[in-house]
């Protein structure tokens, strides 16, 4: 299965009534732990990246291995995100990268650090989700401020500041409403990082109940806790036991997630109980067999030990087992007949009646074309293709434009005479013969065999001067016809393709 929008994966979510982890990684191990948990539990995962991993692991790297996870798990739904965005310009390289939904943290300003204001958090999210929608990538907005300091992103706040700016739950309702935003990350109490209370929360501090009343505002709006690892206590004492010297610290209890999944909570980021669970097991490691030195030995149950408390979330916010209901629909093979607008948007397109006869007449049988809605429509249907006349029938191109320009192309694949002296991996381009704006190729392949053909623009309009015509006088040039005389041919094809340049658009 390919790389899906996080909306996919939360739109199920609300449907069904379960969280998903939204999950950090940094490196290879990381992603192993995760997808090996999403197997075991038949799970639908986010994964994703903060800037601070980007950096680290580097995008084409990241990218890559993300890519792996998706080739050897293709029954597992997988959205890649970009966390905690800090500028326009980030959410977009994500974008270019192949992330399939960003978020723009626009609650602080682009250094990661310093509070913004409403109106600035407006701009930059309806900015990037203005973009990011036309690609078809989501988008997760922030309103208010969290505590703490993760990755090198957040304002720092102490517990006590933390309450000064929790979320507003009007404020949200409008921020929604004015962004589009596909998920919304609220502030309610919780920190980034691993010291986020210095006792177990109560109502004084992790306000729940905004969630309830946001919630009852935006019904149908995804909504996010942010810093929700709950810190056990035995994954503290584990790196603690072994030469560790964290501080005492508590996170959100797994019931407090559990009730806000039950009023729209529909992502939960969990890095810190992962952190913990590798530095543990490292460190047992290196305390137990200092003799080691095979980063494997002590890579492998660090993977392990993060594995096993991917699976305590996914089990306990309820995604295990949604998986392989997540659908992905394809329809292949059948025919587009027309667009489907709403003004001067796009927003689908109408499949083909079936069931009808050579007149086109209703049979036996009969179903009318089903309309697919989509909030990005690519049309790829060639140069000369129904849906694309439709769009230049309804839109047309900016003025001062050419008129879309095709040409037909017409290739050979034939064997090669036993005197031609042509090698394989042979590569000829001609310009300009037998008239002046035909292109001409040929390939020599492994085994005495060739391709070659023309591409003849669609603005020569005589009837009498056709590809075939064409084709014909190319290859009796005295250089061409000395490699091809003798040879057989093996097959044959054309088709139309868009042509660009001085014609083109």
């Known amino acids: 299965m390919p790389l899906v929008p996080m909306r996919v994966l939360l739109d199920h979510a609300a449907e069904n009534g379960y969280g998903v982890a939204a999950l950090n990684v940094n490196n290879m191990e990381q992603i192993q732990a995760i997808m090996a948990a ?25 990218r890559h291995l993300i890519l792996a996870a998706a080739e050897l798990h293709p029954n597992i739904p997988i959205a890649l995100l970009l966390d905690h965005g800090n500028a326009p310009e980030t959410c977009y390289s994500a974008i270019a990268q192949g992330f399939t939904s960003v978020m723009m943290d626009g609650s602080l300003m682009a250094d990661g650090k ?17 973009v990011a929608h036309a690609l078809g990538v989501s988008v997760e907005g922030e309103i208010g401020a969290l505590g703490g300091i993760e990755d090198g992103h957040g304002a720092g706040l102490s517990e ?9 739950p009007a404020q949200a309702e409008q921020f929604v409403a004015e962004t589009g935003v596909d998920a919304l990350a609220v502030a309610i109490g919780t920190s980034h990082g691993a010291y986020k209370f210095s006792k177990p929360p109560t109502g004084d501090v992790l306000k729940m109940d905004l969630i309830e009343e946001i919630h009852r505002r935006l019904p149908n709006t995804h909504l996010v806790m942010h810093g929700s690892s709950s810190v056990p206590q035995e994954l503290v004492e584990i790196v603690n036991k072994y030469g560790g ?5 508590f996170g959100v209890p797994i019931e407090q997630i559990q009730r806000g999944i039950k009023h729209g909570v529909r992502k939960i980021n969990v890095d810190t109980d992962n952190r913990l669970a590798i530095t543990g097991a490292i460190r047992k490691v290196f305390a ?9 030995d002590y890579l492998k ?3 392990e030990a993060m594995k096993e408390v991917c699976k305590e979330r996914m089990i306990a916010f309820g995604q295990a087992g949604h998986a392989d209901k997540v659908r992905i629909i394809s ?19 109408r499949l083909l009646d079936q069931g009808v006869d050579k007149q086109g007449r209703p049979g036996e ?11 990005l429509t690519v049309v790829g249907d060639g140069p000369v293709g129904a849906i694309g006349q439709q769009l230049d029938d309804l839109f047309g191109l900016p003025a001062g434009h050419h008129t879309r320009d095709w040409a037909v192309g017409m290739k050979f694949v034939v064997d090669l005479p036993e005197h031609s002296t042509l090698k394989p991996g042979t590569v000829l381009h001609t310009f300009g013969f037998p008239e002046p704006e035909i292109f001409g190729f040929l390939y020599v392949h492994p085994d005495r065999v060739a391709s070659l053909g023309v591409f003849v623009p669609s603005w020569f309009d005589s009837p009498v001067r056709t590809t075939y015509r064409y084709l014909q006088h190319w290859m009796l040039h005295p250089y061409l016809w000395r490699h091809l005389k003798g040879g057989k041919l093996r097959s044959w094809g054309a088709k139309t393709l868009g042509e660009s340049g001085r014609r083109g658009e």
């Open 38 to 62: 999403a197997v075991e539990t038949n799970s639908p995962v986010i994964i994703q990246a903060s800037r601070g991993a980007r950096s680290y692991s580097q995008d084409a790297y990241l």
């Open 114 to 130: 310093t509070p913004s204001d409403y109106e600035y958090n407006v701009r930059v999210t309806r900015e990037v989700v203005q």
């Open 160 to 168: 006590e500041e933390a309450k000064k700016h929790l979320t507003d």
């Open 245 to 249: 010297k964290l501080k005492p610290a």
């Open 288 to 296: 137990e067999h200092p003799e080691k030195f095979d980063p494997r």
């Open 301 to 303: 149950p660090a993977r």
């Open 331 to 349: 329809c292949r093979g059948v025919r587009v007949t027309d667009l489907r607008c709403e003004g001067d948007r796009v927003t689908g397109v």
């Open 365 to 375: 049988g009969f179903m009318p074309g089903m309309d697919i809605q989509a909030a």
